[in-house]
DNA sequence: ACATGAATACATGCATGCTATCACATATCT
DNA sequence: AGATATGTGATAGCATGCATGTATTCATGT
């Protein structure tokens, strides 16, 4: 693996990313062992920065670390995913809520730029793009909320859900995807700093997409 | 330093732990620098187990790593404060809720032992030891939540808010202080199973911890 | 006096070798 | 046969040296 001349300020920061890459492709499979030296010797890079990476995904739940024994790719449970979306929830709705009552212009117009990438993936069927940039909608909302805190939490969580995505939804039909019909909604009820309707859609929104991780594929 | 035996499992998590505790001791403080080797020379360890316990503690928001530059201690402004108690909020009161309709016997019994703690750290007037039981007060209710996301999240603001109340509150009166009675309260709305007044009280209690770290010293 | 730039000191980033620990298999004893 | 003890392989944990990047200082020139 050739690592791209400093597109990445630090090794363990290039480990990660690649990591996600390959979580997102499905080049790595629940609960996996990820031995250190294995990951290093791939990515041409040494152990140090493959644990920094690696304990990095742990505090992110997509990684279970073991003293002494190892890592391992998580394998989330049904249930673990439901007690995810209830805690995304709750950090998902007080950011839209206060995002509602001071979100600025910019971040209105960042919205609609992020939407317009969500149809240009959609497009394409570019499913690891599709998921970054439907990240990328959310974090708008969170740091649109002026609470840096909150943004920091909601990122971590977002990391999680997007796996899985991927780990629970193999067959995912982006084609059926109404994802981007309700983040306009959402945009729109920001945009007119309606606070009741901006949450009660994200939460529609969230309750959806469990529901499309539940049903079966 | 000497490391005791066998009181952590590693070097990474006893440096951890010894940060922490110069933290709630004040021995460090906010904004200072905290160089890898300087750590390393004191607890008699060398860098890796420190860059490791910095990181950890970088994703608590306890400290500040800038890459290639190096790690400081936090310094929160107000705002960052009053973000975080927001957040812990929303966290804590959907955990509670969730609690007062499924805790156990045990677990309300973990939360009258926790409580008969505090009053013993009270009398004995020791502040880390307060702080410690305090933490495990909210840790039970998080954890008889049965949302172990929820629960890790939790673990992690604690940690960020127990910091705080050190941070900006030199002159904490731990006589007056009314927390006490507060988490007899929940516990004692928990025990009764009714939701809507543990909700409350937890409301208020963070209401008030906040606005105690808000007043003049 | 101020701005600019080079040199230097210092801290982190990373690689690598050694050690401690764990898991598993094999052997031994009851 | 079952349980316990022992040995071996593999992997993570840690220490350390070198490379790289950053910040500071001081000299130089305008």
């Known amino acids: 693996m050739i690592m791209e001349p400093r597109l990445y300020t630090t090794s363990a920061d290039y480990v990660y990313q690649e990591l996600r890459h390959r979580i997102i492709t499905k080049q790595l499979k629940p609960g996996q062992r990820l031995p250190e030296v294995n990951i290093a010797v791939q990515m041409g890079v040494s152990r140090t920065p493959v644990r920094e990476a690696l304990r990095r995904l742990a505090s992110e739940g997509l990684v279970l670390i073991i003293p002494n024994s190892g890592a391992r790719l998580a394998s989330p449970t049904r249930r673990e995913m439901e007690d995810t ?4 929830e709750q950090l998902e709705c007080i950011s839209v809520a206060i995002a509602a009552t001071r979100i600025s212009e910019r971040n209105l117009r960042r919205l609609e730029d992020a939407i317009l990438e969500e149809e240009k993936a959609f497009e394409e069927k570019n499913l690891e793009l599709y998921l970054e ?3 990328n909608f959310h974090r708008i909302i969170a740091d649109a909320s002026g609470n ?3 943004a920091e939490f909601v990122e971590n969580i977002l990391a999680r859900t997007n796996a899985y995505v991927v780990f629970y939804d193999p067959f995912y039909d982006i084609v059926d ?3 981007i019909a309700q983040h306009k909604a959402i945009a729109q009820a920001l945009k007119e700093r309606d606070r009741e309707k901006a949450v009660d859609l994200m939460r529609e929104h969230l309750k959806l997409s469990l529901y499309d991780l539940n049903k079966p594929s």
Do not use: D, F, K, T
Not at 85 to 88: G, H, L, N, P, S
């Open 133 to 135: 940039v439907n990240e």
């Open 85 to 88: 979306y209830a805690v995304r």
């Open 177 to 179: 995807n109404p994802s």
């Open 148 to 150: 840096r805190v909150l």
